[in-house]
């Protein structure tokens, strides 16, 4: 029988915050599991097992009115070629990226 659509692989995020400075640093692994069962009939392709490596450094500064947060980061530090599962045609995921934000809320 052909396998039903759309089933998405096994994912796991395994990730650990640890204060250093006054600044939190975050490593995180990402894993996916290799998808060969797929649907001929909606035209979904097979799609390799990976793994991502991610660290980002994050800030809180708060004021009498405001909260900040700053992160920055870079993601697929291994800069690891890979397609998500639903991902269309030939698309490959960003390769390594540079990661500046701020928050703000009041």
Do not use: C
């Amino acid at each position: 029988a052909e396998p039903g659509p759309q089933m998405p692989a096994m994912k796991r995020n395994v990730g650990y915050s640890q204060e250093v400075l006054g600044m939190y640093i975050i490593p995180e692994l990402e894993w996916s599991a290799k998808q060969h069962r797929v649907s001929e009939k909606f035209k979904e392709r097979a799609t390799d097992a990976y793994w991502l490596l991610n660290l980002s450094i994050k800030k809180h500064l708060a004021s009498e009115r405001l909260h900040w947060e700053f992160r920055g980061g870079v993601d697929n530090i291994l800069n690891k070629a890979y397609r998500e599962h639903f991902d269309i045609g030939d698309i490959m995921r960003p390769g390594r990226n540079f990661v500046l934000q701020v928050k703000v809320s009041y």
